[in-house]
C-alpha cells in the first residue's frame, strides 16, 4: 500500500512562507499524479493544487501566485512552497496520490498549517 507521510507545517506569522514535503513510499513515485488538498473546520476539503507525472501543474484561484508545487520524483517527494501566507490559509492540509492508470488515490495523515499574528 502507498503511505504518505507529511512534514513541515505549524504556525506561520500573515505574510511568511511555510514548505511542505510529503513523502512517499511503498510505490514507483512517478507512476502518480501529486496533489495537496486543505480542509478547515466546517469545510468541504478542497485542492489546492496538484501536478502530473509529467509535471504539469494546476492551482486554485485562491493560492494562484502565491504557492508552488513540485515533485523530485527521485527523492519521491513532492513539495507545496507557500508564499505570502493569509489567515484564510489555515487548514489542515494533505497529501494526495493518484495512479495515472488505475486511478487510485491515497491520502496522507495531514499536517496543521496556521496563519496567524
Known amino acids: 500500500q502507498v503511505q504518505l507521510v507529511e512534514s513541515g507545517g505549524g504556525l506561520v506569522q500573515p505574510g511568511g512562507s511555510l514548505r511542505l514535503s510529503c513523502a512517499a513510499s511503498?510505490?514507483?513515485?512517478?507512476?502518480?499524479?501529486m496533489g495537496w488538498y486543505r480542509q478547515a473546520p466546517g469545510n468541504q476539503r478542497e485542492l489546492v493544487a496538484d501536478?502530473?507525472?509529467?509535471?504539469?501543474?494546476n492551482y486554485s484561484d485562491a493560492v494562484k501566485g502565491r504557492f508552488t508545487i513540485s515533485r523530485d520524483n527521485a527523492k519521491n517527494t513532492v513539495y507545496l512552497q507557500m508564499n505570502s501566507l493569509k489567515p484564510e490559509d489555515t487548514a489542515v492540509y494533505y497529501c494526495?496520490?493518484?495512479?495515472?492508470?488505475?486511478?487510485?488515490?491515497?491520502w496522507g495523515q495531514g499536517t496543521q498549517v496556521t496563519v496567524s499574528s
Open positions: 494526495n496520490a493518484r495512479h495515472i492508470i488505475r486511478k487510485r488515490m491515497y
Open positions: 511503498g510505490t514507483i513515485f512517478s507512476s502518480y499524479a
Open positions: 501536478i502530473s507525472s509529467g509535471g504539469n501543474t
